[in-house]
């Protein structure tokens, strides 16, 4: 079984409520697993609000600008489906696949990761709009990390 099936068994497996597949031939056995939660959880409870605070202190004759606030109350998290490099952009001349405002609904790319030289795009499983992008362009991602912040519509 070459890269290009199990990529495709994976894909498969993602999309599916397949726990685990097995599939063995004259090369050898693969074994998929299911990852346990879903991709999409619920950020944090609706009293719980995330703010920013800056870094340096205003001049004294300008009042400090107030810091952003994301109400964190109904807001869904969209994680990494996978280890590998995060990117928002399918190659370095396209545009963005997704920044904050954007509206996204189930089945739209949001990110690249690259993985042992593949390219997974990352579809979005849920309708609304990123309020918060949460990693770095080109950054190492982990498993089950949180990649953006989306309102739901």
Same mark, same amino acid.
């Given at each position: 079984m070459d890269l290009k099936?199990?990529?495709?068994?994976?894909?498969?497996?993602?999309?599916?409520?397949?726990?685990?597949?097995?599939?063995?031939?004259?090369?050898?056995?693969? /074994?998929?697993? !299911?990852?346990?939660? %879903? $991709?999409?959880?619920? +950020? *944090? &409870? =609706?009293?719980? #609000?995330?703010? /920013?605070?800056? !870094?340096?202190?205003? %001049? $004294?004759?300008?009042? +400090? *600008? &107030? =810091?952003?606030? #994301?109400?964190?109350?109904?807001?869904?998290?969209?994680?990494?489906?996978?280890?590998?490099?995060?990117?928002?952009?399918?190659?370095?001349?396209?545009?963005?696949?997704?920044?904050?405002?954007?509206?996204?609904?189930?089945?739209?790319?949001?990110?690249?990761?690259?993985?042992?030289?593949?390219?997974?795009?990352?579809?979005?499983?849920?309708?609304?709009?990123?309020?918060?992008?949460?990693?770095?362009?080109?950054?190492?991602?982990?498993?089950?990390?949180?990649?953006?912040?989306?309102?739901?519509?």
């Amino acid at each position: 079984m070459d890269l290009k099936q199990i990529h495709e068994l994976i894909k498969i497996v993602n999309k599916s409520n397949i726990g685990e597949i097995s599939i063995e031939d004259k090369d050898g056995k693969v /074994t998929i697993k !299911q990852k346990e939660e %879903p $991709a999409i959880t619920v +950020a *944090a &409870p =609706a009293a719980q #609000v995330f703010t /920013t605070t800056p !870094q340096a202190t205003a %001049p $004294a004759s300008q009042p +400090a *600008a &107030p =810091a952003p606030v #994301v109400k964190a109350d109904n807001l869904v998290t969209i994680k990494s489906p996978m280890i590998g490099t995060f990117y928002r952009r399918p190659s370095p001349d396209k545009p963005l696949l997704a920044e904050v405002g954007t509206e996204i609904a189930p089945g739209k790319v949001v990110c690249i990761i690259e993985a042992m030289k593949l390219f997974n795009e990352i579809e979005s499983e849920i309708k609304g709009t990123i309020v918060k992008v949460l990693v770095d362009d080109a950054s190492p991602v982990e498993y089950d990390q949180p990649l953006f912040l989306v309102e739901p519509a």
